[in-house]
């Protein structure tokens, strides 16, 4: 073995030696050097005039020195171009609670992306969940700064590894789309407003919302940032000096890059703040070569720039390995297992009452499947991340279902609901006696006397009337609906604004919508259900204000009468089958906020009539985000599916029959209402805002940092999920080992089954540090064969106990530590002392603490 090592090195120095040689004169080709070291090289032999022209997205003219073209891709969650897999939501990822599979993740969209002839990703993303409402949920990693950054490290270090830059985003505190990008300005509304102005302390956003991108930076040595579209305490991020100055300073060598063009108001500022790469997509984007030979932007600061950009592209590998031309299709059996296998490890299993799953075990011989589970499942999220299914390469839950059930099953398919969609019948004027009286303001705030008023037969608009906006402008559309039968009442309103709609004097539905959809993906309908009498006559009001959106204003007011439920049928299907699955979702993504956790329409009412006929209903929540379940006690399983891409047909009969192990664990707090939770919609000032403005004043309180500092009870906690196994936590070990801590643990599977186990650790901080009461540090995925016991070890990693009290600490004094399957069910702790700059071994073995569940 020996003798092997040094032949290996000798050759390696052969090999050394003659590329030296080869590039004498260029010498930043020569791979063997480090990559700040090339940089530097390369900067030394470049003129000023070509810096500019790099500074300026000019690539062409650097070709000489072989600096490749940047071609980026968005976006996190897979290639959003032809011919690639449409893969899970990032968020999927992240309840895997599974480092390989983040790695797997992260080089199969970065084998995608070179074989379609990008090199630089425009993600991960990996903005905090601070309320479920926020659009882009699905697309990032969770409420928690230490998942969130341990799945992204792994993401970039794959990246790297498939050489391809990555891009952290969006930096930071970029937790909502109501007025990301600010609002159309008055008086024609071409222009828009700076983004919603985020005020928070530096510590919350060191320890919560910068945390994870410091992370990977950390961990990974991420080669790029994406500066987002909000200001925060003040400027705009891409042109706060001192928010890039700190993230330059924390030992990022890579590039800034704003978010699209809403990013950046005043291109000089942004380009002295800090923005490296000037904009999106690949442009000067408002930066000019005077700039630079003024004078305004210094020489020392220019040099950084360059040095930046080529620094990512040596440290990540794509000078040394330039992309060939764009392949058609690009999606592998291999990357379609990864989607599998993410969807498979990321499903969480909230509930199993009777062992109604796996479905093998009582096997049924008849199945009911609900709700929509064709091609009008919900695949994928809205906006820049989506990467929808390519006609015909889904694999439907309905397929997937009927496939692993064989020919031995019946199923019965009953649509039961629409889902989240838009209506498909405009509301007709005879329901409305006639229509409605509408009024129009050329402002978006309702000011003033109207502009126009007249009436109208419905609403159904895909513009402005003559003489009204066209970009910027209110409308309030008033009357009477007279019900034509009794029942529930399905609403839409598919609108690009802000809109609100009353019934009988109550707001029963509202939302925030940049277009009725987002470049690619579901659309974003608001949907209300109401349950009405024949002959009673309603008041109607619908409220509209164009000033957020981007695409151009449009509403259109729909419904769909009891007559035309689909909910009877899929009674009549459940009532005769051994099973029901209920699938029901919600369209969320890009663009658009959630107004309430509800799932939309008359979903609510599908479950409950179903679970009425049929005891083993089992609903799967193909969600992008917590919804509220006023029917979890009426059935037996539910399951979240999250959005799960192309093959999820496959994943969830995999998961439904128990061919694999519900693998997910939440990476998000499911609240038990609306209320609950750091910034609930009764405190706007927090979320979403007033007057531009939004407050984090729940400071470092995130997620289950609120509810455990708090004692609200969410419906399910933070790191909760079930498996078809059985395990128990057993005797708990601290020691002390190298400057870190390592809790040792024996887990048990107690049952028949295998399946995968999330030992989660947390940690409590000295009281004197002022942190939340319990935080999470450590994890792992465990999976386990029947009867099988094995000792896991956990690491604890000192810099991981970093908080920020004027500058980065680790206190100091004594800690607990708490062996976890969620933010609540500890079941072992255990302490330990923190003195100088490392860990004192003080372990013992665990006792129990009895938490619930
Ligand atoms: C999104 C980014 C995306 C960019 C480019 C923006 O609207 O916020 O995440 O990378 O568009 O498509």
Known sequence: ???????????????????????????????????????????????????????????????????????????????????????????????????????????????????????????????????????????????????????????????????????????VANNQEWERIGFRLPPTGATRSPGINVLAAERTLQEIYEAPFKHAIRKANADAVMCSYNRLNGPLTCESPGLLGDLKASGFNGFVVPDFIFAVKDPLAATLAGVDVPGLPPGAAGRTAAMFTSGQVPSSRLDDIVRRILYAMFDSGIFDD?????????????????????????MVLLKNEHRALP???????????????????????????????EAGKAVTPLAGITARAGSGVQIQASQGSLGDVP????????????????????????????????????VDLSAAPTGIGPNLWSARWTGTLTPPESGLYRFSLLEAGIARL????????????????????????????????????????????????????????AWQPPSKSLIPAAVDAARGADAAIVIVNNAQGEGMDRSTLALPGDQDALINAVAAVNRRTIVVLNTGGPVLMPWRNRVEGVLEAWYPGQQFGTALASVLFGDSDPGGRLPVTFPASNEQGPAPPSQPERYPGVNDEVHYDEGLLVGYRWYDATGQ??????????????????????????????????????????????????????????????????????ALAPHESRRVS????????????????????????????????????????????????????????????
């Not at 004094?813 to 399957?821: I, K």
Request: hydrophobic share 40%.
């Open 794 to 853: 956990l690491t604890l990693d000192p810099a991981d106990l970093t908080i920020y009290d004027g500058g980065p600490v680790i206190p100091q004094g004594r800690y607990r530590l708490a062996l976890a399957s969620s933010s609540r069910g500890f079941a072992k702790v255990a302490s330990f002392d923190v003195r100088g700059s490392g860990i004192a071994g003080r372990g013992h073995g665990g006792r129990d603490r009895g938490d619930d569940d």
């Open 502 to 557: 009353y019934i009988n004097g109550q707001q029963v539905a509202s939302g925030y919508r940049e277009g009725i959809n987002f470049v690619a993906g579901p659309r974003y309908p608001i949907q209300a259900a109401v349950q009405l009498t024949a002959g009673q006559p309603v008041s109607v009001r619908i409220e509209y204000t164009s000033k957020a959106q981007l695409f151009g204003p449009q509403i259109h007011f």
């Open 1 to 171: 073995m020996r003798s092997r090592v040094v032949v290996f090195v000798l050759v390696g120095a052969c090999v050394l030696g003659v590329a030296q040689g080869a590039w004498a004169a260029d010498p930043w080709r020569d791979p063997t050097q480090p990559p700040a070291q090339r940089a530097s090289e390369l900067l030394v032999a470049m003129s000023f005039d070509q810096k500019v022209q790099l500074a300026l997205n000019n690539f062409a003219a650097v070709a000489s020195f072989g600096v490749p073209a940047l071609a980026n891709f968005d976006g996190p969650s897979g290639v959003r171009t032809t011919g690639t897999t449409s893969f899970p939501s990032s968020q999927t990822l992240a309840a895997s609670f599974d480092r390989g599979l983040a790695y797997d993740y992260g080089y199969a969209i970065s084998d995608e992306a070179r074989g379609k002839g990008f090199n630089w990703w425009l993600g991960p993303a990996m903005d905090i969940a601070r309320t479920p409402l926020a659009g882009r949920q699905p697309e990032n990693l969770g409420e928690d700064p230490f998942l969130a950054g341990e799945t992204v490290t792994q993401e970039v270090l794959a990246a790297k590894a498939r050489h391809m830059i990555a891009t952290l985003k969006h930096y």
């Open 423 to 458: 209506l498909p019948d405009i509301v007709p004027a005879t329901a409305l006696g006639g229509g409605l009286a509408a009024s129009y303001w050329n402002n978006g705030e309702f000011d003033g006397p109207p502009a126009l008023t007249r009436v109208e037969p419905t």
């Open 713 to 782: 009870r969410p419906l399910f906690p933070f790191g909760y999920g079930q498996s078809y196994a059985h395990f128990v936590f057993r005797d708990l070990h601290v020691r002390a080992q190298g400057g870190a801590l390592v809790a040792s643990v024996r887990i048990a599977n107690v049952s028949n089954r295998s399946g995968s186990v999330v030992p989660e650790l947390y940690v409590h901080y000295p009281h004197s540090a002022g942190e939340p009461p319990w935080q999470l540090k450590g994890y792992d995925k465990v």
């Open 322 to 346: 330039p992309v060939g031309p764009a392949n058609a299709d690009v999606s592998t059996p291999a990357h379609r297992d990864v989607a599998t296998r993410v969807s498979t490890s990321g």
């Open 359 to 389: 479905l093998s075990e009582r096997a049924p011989r008849s199945i009911a499947v609900i709700g929509p589970s064709g091609d009008d499942a919900m695949y994928v999220t809205g906006g820049s991340a989506a990467v929808p299914p």
